[in-house]
């Protein structure tokens, strides 16, 4: 408890404490530092930065600053000071050396905001520029690297479109190619009916021409070139189909490619031509936090020449399939023509031969006519040389029934006699050797018949085969096709 009188020293160096509601209100400064600078709850005894020291030491030392008291708060009389009403104490608390030292003091904490505040300033006038120079350095490097990524992009799109056109050239080719061995395996058709057909009809030969000739077999052997030509083509004609379908693709990658090349271009040239004065610039809150990339550089190169590799790759075997199928063409046309040409030498072998038969036929045909003609002739000329012998047998029969009624003893075996009974046994003789003779004359004349008939017969079937070799086979086979219908071209 102090003294009445007590000076002010003395009370200065112990002030009264004060409630922490005596503290003014700062709400009306904090909300204008809201969102500027962070919050954070302050220890106790702990003074805000731009609240100072002196403020609480004159509110403390001031009765009337300080309404809240010890009495206000329950404090009994006797623990409370007791009121001064010396004018002296009350308002000479500090020294005049405390004065002066508080005056420098305030000085040179001016002076040292003024140069805080003046390196403060020259400072920050040199990291803005040194900002905006960095600034436009990084800006013009942006340029620079955008630049760069639209030639990239110029660079792939040039080789794109170049693989592109050369393969969309190929692929067409391909499919020229593919039409022509089309119609080279449909002409294949008409070849192989006729050779089938010939087959068919030559079935309708009769009796010994029915034989498997050379001509028979060069038949067969043209229905198996054929159907080997046919089945060649056709395997070709699968690989041509599949080879068009992974052109069209590596088509489509190079198409999709280059659309995603050309939509890049434009953006990164839209890009590389924006300035701090474009229209259309503004902000966009955590853009730089999206990563959406899927590539690096070297991948996405990589990318592209891996697609234009495939193409080339496609390419040289869309290619050699092309070379082959042209050599197919070739190939399987000259073996239909060699065999073509081959049935046909061998028809018309085989029609001279027949036609040398059915004349020889028609030469032996026409001597058996005759010679049966003579036959015929001599069977009655022997009927008539045995009809010739009846009155001379007849009179010598008479004659020796005649002598058989003479009278007893003239019933003499006379030299008469003897000649009558060998004049008939001559006359039997004779009748007996011109039958004879008759029968094989008429068996001559039956096998003559017979190989009349046998001529006329295999002439018929001489006829037949050439008609059939000659004008049926041989006719339809004027229609095979020419060397320019079997490779495509027509």
């Known amino acids: 408890m102090e003294l009445v009188g007590s000076t002010l020293m003395a009370t200065c160096a112990h002030p009264r404490s ?28 702990l003074s805000l930065p731009w609240r100072s020291d002196a403020y609480y030491k004159t509110a403390s030392m001031t009765p009337t600053l300080a309404p809240y008291s010890k009495s206000s708060q329950g404090l009994t009389p006797s623990k409370m000071l007791p009121f001064v009403s010396n ?11 405390d004065w002066y030292r508080s005056n420098l003091t305030n000085y040179k904490e001016s002076e040292t905001s003024r140069h ?23 800006q013009a490097e942006s340029t620079k690297n955008l630049g760069e990524r639209v030639n990239d992009i110029e660079f792939w799109k040039s080789e794109l479109r170049h693989e592109l056109d050369v393969m969309i050239g190929e692929t067409n080719a391909l499919t020229d190619m593919k039409k022509r061995l089309e119609r080279a395996l449909t002409e294949t058709e008409g070849p192989l009916q006729v050779a089938q057909e010939c087959l068919l009809h030559r079935e309708k030969r009769m009796g010994i021409d029915l034989v498997h000739d050379d001509v028979e077999k060069q038949l067969l052997t043209e229905v198996d070139v054929i ?6 083509m056709q395997r070709y004609l699968d690989k041509a189909i599949a080879q068009l379908a992974s052109n069209r693709a590596a088509q489509h990658e190079l198409e999709k490619d280059l659309a995603d090349k050309q939509a890049a271009h434009r953006i990164d040239d839209k890009c590389h ?5 474009s229209d259309g610039i503004s902000y966009y809150r955590g853009v730089e936090r999206v990563d959406a990339t899927i590539s690096v550089p070297e991948s996405w190169a990589k990318f592209t020449d891996d697609n234009i590799l495939r193409s080339q790759s496609e390419r040289a075997a869309s290619s050699k399939l092309r070379g082959d199928i042209e050599n197919l063409l ?15 030498v061998a028809f018309t072998n085989r029609i001279v031969e027949t036609a040398d038969a059915k004349n020889k036929i028609q030469t032996h045909l026409a001597k058996t006519l005759q010679e049966i003609f003579q036959t015929e002739m001599s069977i009655e000329t022997i009927r008539k040389a045995i009809r010739d012998k009846a009155p001379p047998l007849k009179v010598a029969h008479t004659r020796l029934d005649e002598r058989t009624r003479r009278p007893n003893v003239e019933l003499c075996r006379d030299s008469a006699q003897i000649r009558l009974v060998n004049e008939v046994h ?16 008429e068996d001559t004349l039956q096998m003559l018949v017979h190989t009349k008939s046998t001529l ?35």
């Open 116 to 138: 805080s505040a003046e390196r403060l300033r020259v400072d920050t006038s040199r990291m803005i520029q040194d900002k905006d120079q960095q600034m436009k350095k990084t």
């Open 87 to 97: 004018r002296t104490t009350l308002f000479t608390r500090y020294a005049p050396d």
């Open 273 to 277: 031509h924006l300035r701090n004065t």
């Open 426 to 441: 001559e006359i039997d003789d004779t009748i007996q050797s011109l039958q004879q003779r008759l029968r094989d004359a």
């Open 18 to 45: 004060t409630s922490a509601n005596f503290l003014p209100a700062i709400s009306a400064m904090a909300s204008s530092y809201k969102n500027r600078f962070p919050h954070y709850a302050l220890p106790q005894g």
């Open 227 to 232: 159907r080997s030509c046919q089945e060649r």
């Open 456 to 490: 006329e017969h295999d002439l018929a079937v001489k006829a037949n085969s050439l008609f059939i070799d000659q004008e049926k086979c041989m006719g339809m086979r004027k229609t095979f096709p020419n060397a320019l219908r079997l490779v495509g071209y027509v």
């Open 330 to 344: 070739v190939v399987t046309a000259n073996e239909m023509w060699n065999q073509f040409n081959r049935v046909n």
